[in-house]
């Protein structure tokens, strides 16, 4: 419907006048691409993002947490964001929710607070999920917040309350578009696949244009093209021209600048950010009541800490932008945590650990350790016969790389005594209830940066030759 309002003439014209607009090379540009096709591919190496990665990225891992946002027409059902297609919505009908999506006024500035109350440094909403329905007052589709619906570009009111906040701004964009006409015939037809690649490239450009400086490019799905069709090394090319200061992820066929496990947390030798729901979907489901706990929460990011990786967290707000309550409970309480112990995530460097505690968790900055204490390990029946369990002595780390100096609980800064052996740093003066909520966090100097690896200890323990007859 929305595409019969605007006439096939002037959408074959806009596309024409975006395609020339798009392939308008650069100087820069120009030299990279001489005597290269258009379609011709670098495999995403361009030259400048390759020597500008390490600066560009410094910010993005110092902060190591961030907030995501799925909102979009699919808020409005309440079914999560793949309701159109996994429901099988015709687009007439699904059209149709535009004029019941109402964000209410400030719904921005309240997910900043949040964001801000929760310890997260950067935001990443969805300009445009696979519905197709565009965030932003964009000129190459009607069906677009501004024109359909609200008659508000939401971009536009996120960037402001974002920047007005001193927070980093990210955009999500979907390059697979369940709603465009050439959103699919473009892998099968080459006339559609020009439109259609003109069009992703238009609305990209006009996102990295139209709002100033953009911290990150956050693509998805690059379902039907290969990242030849997509134009993809063009496609970051121009992103960089634009905005030669963001980073851009791995989800439009190229490497990018970082990847995303989704749904998991899985170290890359490179930069890499996990995402992850709070409940189980990403938009909005309004009888999804699988929450995760804060203390969940807080490990999974102190495991995306220990192995130099981010983690963004995701809200999927009511369609008028209202964030659910229970995700506001968990965030208020992450954030909590996090303004008392923040020192253990906020610019730590990774790799301070390569096997994991049963109970514990480690982040390291420096020559410093943090020892995460997510389940306080007090009160066994054993303490009665190894007496090093009982309190005291609660805390016990196997396999330190690194000769511990001093110890304090983070909270309070109180010193806390220890014990260290070839085998085992053992942490005493500790209370039988753990003094944090709902994680503690043990800061210990040590005499250089510290790696616990308690597979280590394997081989040094002594076995005293028990059984063997010698
Ligand atoms: C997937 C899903 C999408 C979600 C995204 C978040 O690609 O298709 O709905 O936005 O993951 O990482």
Redesign the pocket.
């Known amino acids: 419907m929305l595409y019969d309002a605007i006439s096939r003439r002037s959408f074959v014209k806009t596309s024409a006048a975006v395609t020339a607009a798009a392939f308008a090379p650069t100087v820069a540009a120009a030299a990279q691409e001489a005597g290269a096709s258009p379609l011709a591919t670098e495999h995403g190496k361009l030259p400048y993002q390759e020597e500008s990665r390490t600066r560009r990225l410094a910010w993005w891992q110092a902060a190591r947490f961030g907030m ?1 946002i ?1 909102f979009g027409l699919y808020s409005v059902i309440g079914q999560q ?2 309701v159109m297609e996994s429901e099988g919505i015709p687009i007439l009908q699904y059209e149709l929710l535009a004029q019941h999506f109402k964000p209410k006024p400030g719904f921005a500035e309240e997910w900043v607070r949040l964001a801000q109350s929760a310890g997260q440094k950067y935001m990443v909403l ?1 300009t445009k ?2 519905e197709g329905y565009c965030l932003w007052d964009t000129k190459l589709t009607d069906y677009n917040a501004a024109k359909t619906g609200p008659g508000r570009d939401l971009v536009r009111e996120y960037v402001d309350a974002a920047r007005a906040a001193g927070m980093r701004i990210g955009f ?1 964009y979907s390059l697979m578009d369940w709603h465009h006409p050439d959103g699919m015939r473009c892998a099968t037809d080459e006339a559609a696949r020009k439109r259609f690649v003109a069009y992703t490239h238009g609305l990209i450009r006009e996102l990295m244009t139209n709002y100033g400086k953009i911290d990150i490019l956050w693509y ?2 690059a379902q039907p093209l290969t990242p030849e069709q997509w134009e993809a090394d063009r496609m970051n090319r121009m992103v960089f021209e634009l905005q030669p200061d963001i980073i851009v992820n791995n989800r439009n066929g190229l490497d990018g600048d970082f990847s ?1 496990p ?1 749904h998991k947390i899985q170290a890359d030798k490179r930069a890499w950010e996990s ?1 992850e729901t709070m409940n189980l979907g ?1 938009g909005f489901q309004r009888s999804d009541v699988e929450w995760k706990s804060p203390r969940r929460i807080l490990n999974d990011l102190a495991t995306c800490a220990q192995q130099g990786g981010n983690y963004l967290l995701n809200i999927g707000p009511e369609p008028d932008g209202t964030v659910p309550a229970e995700s506001v409970r968990i965030l208020e309480s992450v954030g909590k945590w996090l303004s008392v112990n923040g020192e253990s995530i906020y610019g730590t460097q990774g790799g301070a650990a390569v096997s994991f505690g049963n109970y514990t968790n480690f982040t390291r900055k420096g020559n410093t350790l943090y020892i995460h204490v997510y389940f306080w390990p007090a009160g066994t029946p054993a303490a009665q016969w190894l007496r090093f369990l009982d309190p005291p002595t609660v805390v016990a780390v196997g396999g330190m790389q690194a000769k511990v100096l001093s110890a304090r609980l983070l909270k309070t800064g109180q010193g806390v005594a220890f014990t260290q052996d070839a085998l085992s740093l053992r942490i005493s003066g500790l209370p039988a209830l753990a003094p944090g909520d709902p994680v503690t966090v043990i800061a210990c100097e040590c005499d250089r940066p510290p790696v616990v690896d308690h597979h280590s200890i394997r081989a040094k323990w002594p076995r005293y030759k028990v059984g063997l007859s010698v």
Do not use: L, P
Request: with cysteine; proline share 0%.
């Open positions: 995501f799925h964001e793949w969805t999920h696979h999500y998805d799905v995303t989704e995402c990403w």
